[in-house]
């Protein structure tokens, strides 16, 4: 299984942009991006997914490498409510429907 | 929207007893997971059921069983509970194969086997 590295806690300011990274140096050619948080006391909840190309939602932009070796989550301003676990996850391509959990990284938002 | 609902937010069992935790969607999916979450560890998939009576072990699926009767329940059953199945457990359902669909999860249940 594909894996990914991110960095255990981050630390951003409320209203200013937070970049979290995600390495994943062995994913294949079919393997989805996915982005999932997890708030206190909640079970995860989505945030973002992509291929190749970026992508934006209303909750997050998702930056791809061109190597797709690497991605970023981007929250453009960040709030109180956006201190979470961040969960970089590669979805196998072909019929497994599993995801791959790691630790994430723990976001803190200072006022 | 979409609702995923686990029948308690904590639990307390003594060892050796059978437990059963109950998760309820209700948005016609498929796919229906039951993971345990533990510091230090993440997420971990124990079943997972892409049908009505079809089940599949996940990664850690000894000392526990599930059943999937109707579309939207999945029950996962802790045989004879003992004190290292204390944890988070969470449930989750989804459509599709998950390549380019999104998860939804239920608030997780934290059981405490004494």
């Known amino acids: 299984d594909a894996k990914t590295t991110q960095p255990n806690s981050m630390e951003s300011n409320e209203e200013e942009p937070v970049h979290l990274p995600c390495n994943h140096s062995?994913?294949?050619?079919?393997?989805?991006i996915h982005w999932y948080r997890q708030l206190p006391s909640q079970g995860p909840e989505y945030v973002i997914h992509?291929?190749?190309?970026?992508v934006n939602n209303r909750m997050a932009s998702l930056a791809i490498a061109e190597d797709r070796k690497s991605s970023t989550l981007i929250l453009h301003r960040a709030t109180l409510r956006d201190a979470a676990v961040y969960y970089c996850?590669?979805?196998?391509?072909?019929?497994?429907?599993?995801?791959?959990w790691g630790l994430g990284t723990s976001l803190a938002v200072n006022p | 929207d979409v609702k995923v609902t686990q029948s308690s937010r904590y639990l307390v069992k003594r060892t050796g007893e059978k437990v059963f935790l109950e998760c309820v969607q209700d948005?016609?999916?498929?796919?229906m997971f039951w993971y345990r979450q533990d510091p230090g560890l993440g997420l971990r998939l124990i079943y997972f059921s892409y049908d009505v009576k079809m089940k599949e072990k996940g990664d850690i699926p000894e000392g526990y069983s599930v059943s999937r009767e109707k579309k939207e329940r999945f029950s996962l059953i802790l045989e004879s509970a003992s004190t290292n199945q204390t944890s988070m457990y969470l449930c989750a359902s989804s459509t599709g194969t998950l390549l380019n669909t999104e998860a939804f999860f239920g608030q997780g249940t934290r059981l405490t086997v004494v």
């Open positions: 996850i590669l979805r196998e391509g072909g019929n497994n429907r599993k995801l791959i």
């Open positions: 948005m016609d999916h498929e796919n």
């Open positions: 992509g291929l190749t190309s970026n």
């Open positions: 062995t994913i294949s050619g079919t393997d989805y």
